[in-house]
């Protein structure tokens, strides 16, 4: 259909794509952002132009001297936060052959970054269930990171009470030229040659995703932006949002999206990913003695035994 180079495909193609074949496409541009209550940032004068991850932690570190109050906190009871702040980097969870990476220079920096937040008191281990919700709204939990679908959907869902008093940025880098976003989820189709129209429904799949007036429908339904880059023309993808006080986001996930680094999956992303989360993330981020290398070593030398079990 000549619409290849139309996508963003660390959204569009990347989580469904083994070893250079894709099997799916998804049309939510998951382009990962910054947002913080701009109105306890600004009480609190922090610095808005954080732009290294260095910056961030002074900022975090004055933040909660001053206020009692965490700046940002650590997700310690699932992968989302060390896989945005690593595939940033261009890390993640496998390399380009499939085979599991987390003890790769960049997850350990991402989770020594994590741990010192914790040594040095400036952050916290993310609240369970609705005490994040309070916190988030109270401002005792001034940020979050995560794509449209956390930003705007998590957030307006779970307390709209904060409707305006939320502001977006790019990821502060963690070096410099270094990418300023990375991503997080999707929702793909995919086709079974099983079925009973296999082309027929390729077809459809690939033009529903590539057509702007369907993608459009589905912004205003669940404001979530399109991988398919054409429907950037349209103007209501760069609106300004009454709940983001006027911010133009879509202008914003756009400038962003091209800087989204490659992420490699397995078929053994569920195995790969669990074992990551129960012998490699929770154990050092709540017994801070524990070094970040030595629980991703083992995580990693997991991974592979399962699979080999399962491959065997």
């Known amino acids: ?48 132009n954080v732009t290294t991850w260095e910056h961030f932690v002074e900022e975090a ?44 220079p960049e997850g350990i920096r991402t989770l020594a970054w994590m741990q010192n937040a914790m040594k040095d008191g400036w952050s916290t281990l993310r609240p369970a269930g609705q005490s ?52 997080w989820g999707g929702t793909g189709v995919t086709v079974l040659k099983t079925g009973k129209y296999p082309e027929e429904a390729r077809d459809f799949v690939l033009w529903e995703h590539t057509n702007s007036q369907a993608l459009l429908t ?6 979530v932006w399109p991988t398919y880059k054409p429907a950037f023309k349209d103007k209501r993808l760069s609106e300004p949002l009454p709940f983001f006080d006027n911010q133009r986001v879509g202008a914003m996930i756009q400038a962003v999206s091209p800087e989204i680094p490659t992420a490699y999956m397995s078929p053994y992303w569920p195995e790969t ?10 154990p050092p981020m709540q017994n801070l003695r524990m070094a970040p290398r030595s629980a991703l070593t083992k995580a990693q030398r997991e991974s592979i035994d399962t699979i080999n079990f399962v491959t065997a």
């Open 273 to 282: 990913t669990s074992t990551f989360v129960r012998v490699g993330l929770t």
């Open 132 to 183: 994040y919700n309070v916190a988030l709204e109270q401002g005792k939990i001034a940020s979050l990171l995560g794509p449209s679908w956390q930003f705007s959907g998590f957030v307006q869902q779970n307390i709209p009470q904060t409707k305006g008093k939320w502001h977006l940025m790019p990821f502060p880098r963690w070096e410099a030229g270094g990418a300023r976003t990375a991503t």
């Open 218 to 223: 589905d912004f205003g339904i669940r404001q």
């Open 1 to 48: 259909m000549g619409e290849w180079d139309n996508l963003y495909h660390p959204s569009a193609t990347d989580p469904w794509t083994w070893r250079g074949r894709t099997y799916g496409i998804g049309n939510e541009l998951n382009a990962c952002l910054l947002s913080y209550r701009h109105d306890v940032w600004k009480k609190a004068k922090v610095d808005t």
């Open 61 to 104: 570190k004055r933040f909660h001297r001053d206020t009692g109050s965490y700046l940002i906190d650590q997700a310690y009871l699932d992968w989302s936060q060390w896989w945005m702040q690593t595939l940033q980097q261009r890390g993640g969870f496998f390399r380009p052959n499939g085979a599991p990476a987390l003890d790769t």
